[in-house]
């Protein structure tokens, strides 16, 4: 089946970084549209960044210039680098895959696949 496991969260001072991963297995990695969500307290899942098989990025607004999406094949593993952290970047961080969605769907609702999350605090 299915399985995405997140994993680098952790917790950081403004203007920092972190590198998250998801480890997939079960499905065709490389046919799939990946993403990356992330839910603050209180706030709807919101997606930040995509990837498609060719390597095609879409980025949201508020982390565009400061976050990286990519991919190693090689290692069924998706990445999120991301730099210059800010507080309001806090929230647990989603991995998610789907066969049919493309690079420019940024609604949690378009993706099938889901990790359990990894969460990130950003303290000012």
């Known amino acids: 089946q299915v399985q995405l496991v997140e994993s680098g969260g952790g917790s950081v001072q403004a203007g920092g970084s972190l590198r998250l991963s998801c480890v997939a297995s079960g499905f065709t990695y490389s046919s799939y549209c990946m993403a990356w969500f992330r839910q603050a307290p209180g706030k709807e899942r919101e997606g930040i960044a995509t990837i498609d098989n060719y390597g095609a990025t879409r980025y949201a607004a508020s982390v565009k210039g400061r976050f990286t999406i990519s991919h190693d094949y090689g290692k069924n593993t998706l990445y999120l680098e991301m730099n210059s952290l800010k507080p309001e970047d806090t929230a647990m961080y989603y991995c998610?895959?789907?066969?049919?969605?493309?690079?420019?769907?940024?609604?949690?609702?378009?993706?099938?696949?889901w990790g359990q999350g990894t969460q990130v605090t950003v303290s000012s």
């Open positions: 998610a895959a789907d066969p049919y969605a493309i690079v420019t769907m940024f609604k949690h609702w378009e993706f099938t696949y």
